[in-house]
């Protein structure tokens, strides 16, 4: 039986599992990866203390700072189950089974999903939800990126500097990233942008080799190398049982992150907090962690 099971290694987790350290708090750290959607970005220009860093050097950083830290971390490990019985919680992962008094549940939020044929048949063959990581992949060919928000048009940018052209297919009928990253866009001789275009599916043999877009009720194909599908995420809540989550699945939690199952925190991106930002989620992280700690001191059985 542990003090505590933090799921998720993102900023909130990262975090919780620090100042739980801190607390000498028996701990067992069960994660997917270390450094979650911080991976995913790549200049970051509003975390205190660094006017820029990309990405991938503040996971580093996250990552060495738990390191400080003799922290059991299942990395790799994902969590299928995590529900309070009696007066304990378990979790249950691909890999093991734990028991602890108190949980935090951090596991931030996953890509949103196109849902068309092909899509999963050409994942990681040509069809990413992250322009950063595998972006540089599909350098000098034509690629479609689906969506029209600021991730969509990070990836744009990313792109037209190195693809042959960009394709930019959004759903409804206007784009809504920040205006500066659009005219950037419309600017670039080897970007063409559409709304109203609803992909119907994802062809290719192999690896991917086109698209099929209905554009404004037409059928329409393209010939791509690489799709970028940038259109938003959903809360990585569907494996915590008996919390109360609100209409689109975030757990909401009090300003303590106490959910409404005693001994069940929740920090970060995958609750109701507002403000989905790396700076919130470690402040959310440490917050949960203190929490737990004082729930462990007023209830030494955890009940
Ligand atoms: C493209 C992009 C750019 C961004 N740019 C910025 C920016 O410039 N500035 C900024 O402040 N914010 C930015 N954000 C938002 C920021 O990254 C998030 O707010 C922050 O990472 C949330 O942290 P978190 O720890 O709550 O969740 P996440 O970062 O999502 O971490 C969740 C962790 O949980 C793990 N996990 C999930 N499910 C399970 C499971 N079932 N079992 C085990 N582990 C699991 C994941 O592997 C991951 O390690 C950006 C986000 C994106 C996608």
């Given at each position: 039986m542990h003090d505590l099971v933090i799921i998720g290694a993102g900023p909130a987790g990262i975090t919780a599992s620090i100042y739980a350290a801190r607390k000498k708090m028996d701990l067992v750290v069960v994660s997917e990866n270390v450094g979650g959607q911080t991976i995913l970005s790549s200049d970051i220009e509003n975390y205190t203390g660094y006017q820029f860093i990309t990405g991938i050097e503040l996971s580093q950083k996250f990552r060495e700072h738990l390191e400080q830290f003799e922290i059991n971390v299942k990395e790799g490990e994902v969590a299928t189950r995590v529900e309070r019985v009696d007066d304990r919680i378990e979790i249950e992962t691909n890999a093991n089974r734990y028991e602890a008094r108190t949980a935090i549940i951090a596991s931030g939020r996953i890509p949103r999903k196109l849902n068309v044929p092909?899509?999963?048949?050409?994942?990681?063959?040509g069809v990413t939800y992250c322009a950063t990581c595998d972006g540089p992949v599909f350098a000098g060919k034509d690629v479609a990126i689906i969506g029209g928000g600021n991730s969509a048009f990070e990836a744009v940018l990313q792109m037209m500097k190195i693809a042959?052209?960009?394709?930019?297919?959004?759903?409804?009928?206007?784009?809504?990233?920040?205006?500066?990253?659009?005219?950037?866009?419309?600017?670039?001789?080897?970007?063409?942008?559409?709304?109203?275009?609803?992909?119907?599916?994802?062809?290719?043999?192999?690896?991917?080799?086109?698209?099929?877009?209905?554009?404004?009720?037409e059928d329409k194909h393209f010939d791509v190398g690489g799709i970028l599908i940038e259109i938003g995420s959903s809360p990585a809540s569907e494996f915590v049982r008996g919390v109360t989550k609100n209409e689109t699945g975030e757990i909401v939690v009090d300003c303590r992150c106490a959910t409404n199952i005693p001994g069940i925190f929740a920090a970060g991106d995958v609750t109701d907090v507002y403000a989905k930002q790396i700076v919130v989620a470690c402040g959310e992280g440490a917050k949960a962690a203190l929490a737990a700690f004082e729930y462990l001191s007023t209830r030494p059985q955890g009940k």
């Open positions: 092909g899509e999963e048949e050409f994942r990681n063959r042959t052209h960009v394709y930019v297919f959004e759903a409804t009928d206007r784009f809504r990233a920040d205006p500066v990253m659009m005219e950037k866009a419309e600017k670039s001789e080897n970007v063409s942008m559409f709304t109203k275009s609803k992909v119907v599916r994802i062809v290719g043999d192999r690896l991917v080799s086109g698209i099929d877009v209905e554009i404004n009720g």
